[in-house]
């Protein structure tokens, strides 16, 4: 390594610099300890026929979302490698492969997951922590609507995830394999804007922990091109982007960790106020 030696030699020494009083003062903030992800999110997309799941299969998706009457039409199709989400009352259906049944009646004896889905953290939290820990379910699905705000749905995310593992300390015991589904709404623009919408939602969302994105279909522009942007975006930031590949990037920001945190903090009020009102109205 006599180069290296050399090399390091004939550099010029470090320049000293002096640090002076921040502009800002503010107290270190605490890396949160936010849960790992169980595996890389599901590029996932809605379906309403046959022929746009077979569509959705080609363009490359992991999960679809359907609803009951789209999944008791699709016969022999094989989807045992897929998972499946199920809107509507499911009770008469065969489930095969990996399902999750958001509405009731549902099968007996079915053993996958039960989806909940809302626009609001805390009746998320509410229905989960009854159907997990109360009805003794063993699994759940968080479906979240993202917001327009690149830092508060990264910031969502985070909280769910967070409240979430401080439930089951709570209960004293860990769900099942849950998983955490971010829905990627119509902001109302053109679809030019909206592309670019639904890109830096679904960024942050997966930055924030979710491992399952669903988008709505995109306005003003013909459906299967639309539904094929939808799953592009997805495509581009997982193949091509490498987000997921790092577990809570934004862990360690001071901005970040401080908007959660304070998240956790009024949402958790929040739950707490909502859960002890139930039990007094019983």
């Avoid at 199920?86 to 008469?92: D, L, M, Q």
């Avoid at 995109?218 to 459906?223: A, H, M, N, V, W």
């Amino acid at each position: 390594m006599e180069w290296l030696q050399k090399v390091l030699n004939e550099l010029p020494a470090s320049p000293t610099f002096e640090v002076g009083n921040p502009l800002i003062d503010h107290t270190p903030t605490k890396a949160l300890n936010i849960p790992k992800l169980q595996a890389h999110w599901l590029v996932s997309q809605w379906v309403d026929n046959k022929d746009e799941v077979l569509s959705s299969l080609q363009g490359g998706v992991q999960a679809l979302s359907m609803m009951a009457e789209t999944y008791s039409t699709l016969g022999d199709l094989d989807l045992s490698q897929k998972t499946i989400r199920i809107v509507g009352p499911s009770e008469n259906l065969s489930p095969k492969g990996n399902l999750i049944l958001c509405d009731e009646p549902r099968p007996q004896n079915f053993k996958g997951k039960w989806g909940i889905q809302g626009d609001h953290m805390v009746d998320l939290l509410i229905k989960a922590e009854k159907v997990v820990f109360q009805q003794k379910y063993g699994s759940v699905h968080f479906l979240l609507s993202a917001k327009e705000n690149f830092y508060l749905n990264l910031a969502q995310m985070r909280t769910l995830r967070h409240l979430w593992a401080k439930i089951e300390e709570a209960n004293q015991t860990q769900a099942g394999s849950c998983s955490f589904g971010v829905l990627l709404p119509c902001t109302g623009q053109d679809s030019y804007t909206e592309i670019i919408a639904r890109t830096q939602m679904a960024t942050s969302a997966i930055c924030g922990g979710a491992d399952w994105l669903e988008g709505e279909p995109i306005p003003g522009l013909e459906k299967e091109f639309a539904r094929r942007l939808d799953r592009n975006i997805q495509h581009i930031l997982r193949w091509e982007g490498h987000l997921g590949e790092v577990d809570d990037p934004a862990s360690g920001s001071y901005f970040l960790e401080d908007l959660t945190i304070k998240m956790i903090e009024e949402t958790w009020s929040t739950y707490l106020e909502t859960y002890e009102k139930s039990l007094s109205s019983k």
